[in-house]
Every structure is written in C-alpha cells, then in structure tokens.
C-alpha cells in the first residue's frame, strides 16, 4: 500500500516513510487510493481480541511492516498501560452506549494511538534522528510526550495555547519528564500553535535534515501512524455490541465523536470503508461550531469569532483532517483539493461542489452544544445514570439525545448509537463538578484549585480519580516557557539540542 498527498500524485512513499514523514512536503496529508481494494474479514474480527485486531488491520495498511515488527509494536504498545482489562471498555448511558477510550496513561483517547505511534516510528527510523513537532488544544501534547518519552534518536517538541487547556492539562504537560521533550505555551489558540507548526514544517524540513540531518514529524492525527490506530476501537465497539447482542452482524451503528481536528471521526469512516457496519457519523461541535456550519451548508468559514469553552480540546476552527475526507469525497482529485486548501488559507474559507456535498451527506450529519447545554449535559447524565462524563464527550451525549428527540430538526438515528467518550471527567473536574453540583467552597476559605475540585467530585460521586491525574499534585514544575507565535521556529531550533 502506496501514500501520497491529499494535493498531488506525484511522489508515492510507503507507510514507514509516511510515518516518518507526518506532513507532506506540499502541506497535504498523506492517504491511499488502496483503502477501497482492502477489505479484511470483518466477520472474522469479531472474535478476535484488541491486539489481533490491531495486528489484522496494520498488516493490511501498513504493508511495510513486517509481521515481526508489527507484532512487536503491539506488545510493546498495550501491555500494562491501561487500567482496565478491556482497553475500551463499553457501557450503557440511557439507551446509548459509552465507548470509554481515557482508561490509558494520560486519561485521554488520544493514548490508544500515541502509545502505539512511537512503537512504528521507532521501526521506520535507519540511521536519522527525528524532531516531532506537535502542536495541542490539550490531551495529544500529555499523551505524545508520554509515548515518546526517552525514545532513542527521537526528540519531541509540543506547544499549547497559553491559558487554552484546563489546569489539569496544563501540569500534564508542565511536569513532563524525559531528557528529549521540550515544552512551551504559545499566546494564541490552538489555531495559532497549529498554524506555526505547519509553518515550521514548510520552511525548515530541508533546511534541518540537510545540515543539522534531523528530519521533522509529527505526532498529531495529521500523522498516518496516528491515524490508522484509532480505526481499532469502532471495530472493538461493534464487537462489544454483536457479543451482547444488540447487533446481529451487518446491522448498522451509528457513532457520536465529539469532534475538533476531524481525526477520531474519520478513523470511524475509514473503519466504514474497510467494511465495519457504520450507520452515520456524527461531528458533535461546541461553539467553536465550524464543522456544524459546514456539514449544514458546504462552506467552511474559519473566519468567525474563537470561543474559549470548557471543553478546550475542541476549541479549533482549522480541521486539518477534513481535508483527507474532502480527498475521499472528491474522487481522489488533488487539484480540487488542492484549490480548497489555497482558498482556506488566502480567503480564509471555501466551499464545495454540490456533488461532495452529497457523497458527504452519505455518511455524515452534524450537531454542537453551546457552554449551557454541555453543563446541563453533564448534569443530566449524573442524575439520570450516575454517570460522570468529562465536557467533551458531554457534547456529544447531548447532540445523541437531540438528534433521537427531534428527528424534523436534526434527522433520526434508528439504529444503536455508540457516544465516544474521549477523556476522564477528572481532566476537568472543577467544570464537571460545578455543573452538577455548583462552586465548591473550602473548609479554610482558600480558592480550590482542580485538586480540591478532583477531590470532592470523586468523594461526592465515589467515583475513583486516576493515578496518574491524583500524582501530578506533587511534581515538580519543568517547562515554563511562554513564547509568541513569530518565536516556535526559534524555540523549535534550541530544542534540537535533545538530540546532540
């Protein structure tokens, strides 16, 4: 299986070197025309366990592995990270289902592809060094940081929008040990991080590999060997449900994904590709509602106001990942694509063809939650299930119930609805607490921090806080630097020093 950019046919490269590589040298990302030729026995997967599941999937997109390198990435990817026996365990919410992806390391689904992606870089490498320069609106910066912690001949750089991500997020990024990562926050959204970082890409990966020969990569979802692992867990749910029977194979399942970059939603439609019986996918908004606006009338309009919110991780208005989508929807056309993203950079918009639209509508619908309707979400959970979920997925809980409600405004889903739930509730607890229960007031009078929120939601619920959430009260602050968006490449070029 060949890659090639989103933009151009012109260059086809393997997965190790996709991987490696992260963003094309055009800006594009890298996909397959191969993905509708590959059709594994999806039947047959519904006896296997996460792991064979895994290897079944990588042997068929990743085809430069070797049996022996993958099975190794796999063993060395899973084993004793998580929490829970079942890596994604699935539980019943109302008449919905929780797809619990935050039972890994750093208490966020961006685990179960960022423990695995370090494991496949580290079998691509030959005898360069790689720099990944990742840019995160909260949980990709802690879990990559974590994944490439003191990988030999890889360095990891990770910014974050300065006052942008909860407290919680914050120190699991500020504590971060390891002698190749380096930190910094960056004054502006996630936009912003996002935006020097493919700058960073465009004008110093030759410039880096020829005379410091470190190559650039990246860890975000724009990243193949980010991607391809999240495909894993719809197949894992739709197994869950069949096992339970709710589903009889070949029945379809709608899936809810809180959405900001368009990666987790997309590995669901990849998921639908390779064979998975996928109903809808449903891009579940907060108010940082592009994606709303977009699946509603085919324009994409970044040019609106950005709204801090309590679920931070989707405070995006670029999608990167739409564009593998826009790819996929436009038959493979480079050029048209190509024309979109220049009309999203210079216009700061875009807007498609009727005929992409209607390939869109074939799969997708879409839906937001103001800050309002998320609290009263996380409440509404709480009281009628006596379950905790975090902002994020709480988006995604209330656009489920409104589309089952209203079927005239948002269309009906008649099938089983699978809500992936995407980070521990304790990453925000003081925003989960006081949506449930109100501000929290201290015994002494001190202002409570998120520990004191963290721990009065879990003595309150009886909910348990994860370990590695609870220890980040005692660590010791390591990365403090703050850096304006013209200075990342400067920060990015001091920190190559990790691989000297």
Known sequence: ??????????????????????????????????????????KALMDMEYEEIV???????????????????????????FVTEDLTPLTEIGDDYLLELYHGPTAAFKDLALCMLPQLMSKALKDEKVMILTATSGDTGKAA?????????IGITVFYPHGGVSDIQYLQMATAEGANVNVAAVRGNFD?????VKKIFAECSDEFREEKKISLSSAN?????????????????????????VVSFGDPVDFVVPTGNFGDILAGYYAKVLGLPVGRLIVASNENNVLTDFFANGVYNKKRPFVKTISPSMDILVSSNLERMLYYAADGD?????????????????EITDEVMAKLDETFDAAYADNEECKAAIRDAYQKDGRLIDPHT??????????????????????????LSTASPFKFAKDVYEA???????????????????????????????????????????HKSVVDVDDMEDFVEDSLKVLA
């Open 334 to 350: 480079c050029d048209y694509v190509a024309g979109l993203m220049k009309d999203l950079s210079e216009k700061g918009s875009f």
């Open 55 to 81: 290897y079944e999937i990588f042997r068929l997109l990743l085809t430069d592995y070797s049996d022996e390198e993958l099975k190794d990435c796999i063993a060395k990817a899973y084993k004793g990270k």
């Open 221 to 245: 979802s724009i990243n193949v060997g980010r991607l391809v692992p999240q495909i894993i867990y719809y197949i894992e749910a739709y197994k869950q449900l069949a096992k339970r029977n």
């Open 436 to 478: 449930i229960f109100g501000e929290l007031t201290t015994d002494d009078g001190h202002e409570p921090d998120g520990f004191d929120y963290m721990h009065a939601l879990a003595e309150r619920t009886g909910h348990e806080v994860p370990a590695s959430l609870a220890e980040l009260k005692t660590k010791p602050i390591l």
């Open 145 to 153: 940081l974590a994944g490439f912690k003191d990988a030999e001949n």
């Open 1 to 42: 299986m060949l890659y090639h950019s989103t933009r151009s046919k012109k260059e086809m490269v393997g997965a190790k070197e996709a991987v490696l590589t992260g963003l094309c040298p055009d800006g594009g990302l890298f996909v397959s025309d191969d993905l509708f030729n590959v059709k594994p026995d999806m």
């Open 394 to 419: 709480a988006c995604g809980y209330l656009v489920a119930n409104r589309m089952e409600q209203d079927e005239e405004e948002c269309g009906e889903l008649g099938n089983p609805v699978v809500i």
């Open 192 to 196: 912003d991080c996002q935006t020097g």
